[in-house]
């Protein structure tokens, strides 16, 4: 005899934030747009981190992003690990890759 809890047939009961995000009609275009946005940005710091250390207005003029957005998300990554402190060139912090 088969327990129908156990059935491989038997669906999953919903984690909580899967029962509100239904009940709230899934994630707004907006959050997914704002999360897209940031994405972009963190590749192309990565992307521009992997090339040498940079000061902020180099990553800001070579991503095209305002440099006190560049600085917002370099404190981001920076405290999440990815993101090191280097030597001060011309007054500026350099930033170089984690583990690069």
Do not use: F
Not at 46 to 60: F, I, M, N, Y
Not at 82 to 99: P, Q, S
């Amino acid at each position: 005899m088969t327990d129908s809890t156990t059935a491989p047939n038997a669906a999953k009961p919903k984690r909580a934030i899967e029962v509100l995000r239904e009940r709230r009609g899934g994630i707004p275009p907006e959050l997914k747009a704002y999360v897209a946005n940031q994405q972009k940005v963190y590749k192309a710091l990565r992307a521009a981190l992997k090339a040498g250390p940079r000061t902020v207005p180099q990553l800001a003029a070579e991503c095209g992003i305002p440099a006190p957005e560049v600085m917002w998300h370099l404190m981001a990554m920076r405290r999440y690990g990815e993101v090191l402190d280097g030597a001060e060139e011309n007054g500026y912090l350099l930033y170089t890759l984690a583990g690069a």
